[in-house]
């Protein structure tokens, strides 16, 4: 149930690391949205409007939000159990 809470973290790390220039993990965001120049044909693929950008960044928060679940539940219960101490 944690997962929830912490895509909407990683949402907005991700979305913050992209508005102060890590566009290497996303494209940018083009600020000219032509809606009369809507030719399905352009192969051109700096001409989106930020829906792409912004389905990959939940697609991506997503997966992060689980693995991170996953390894933190992990790491509780080897905390429980004493898995974690040294002998």
Not at 1 to 20: C, E, G, K, P
Not at 51 to 70: H, K, M, P, R, T
Request: charged share 15%; aromatic share 14%.
């Amino acid at each position: 149930m944690q997962t929830i809470a912490l895509q909407r973290v990683f949402m907005i790390l991700l979305l913050v690391s992209h508005q102060f220039g890590w566009h290497g993990l996303y494209p940018p965001f083009v600020d000219n949205d032509d809606v009369s120049n809507n030719n399905t044909n352009n192969t051109n693929t700096n001409t989106n409007n930020g829906y792409e950008i912004v389905q990959q960044l939940f697609d991506d928060s997503f997966v992060c939000s689980i693995l991170a679940g996953i390894y933190v539940t992990e790491w509780y219960l080897a905390s429980v159990y004493g898995w974690t101490e040294k002998k």
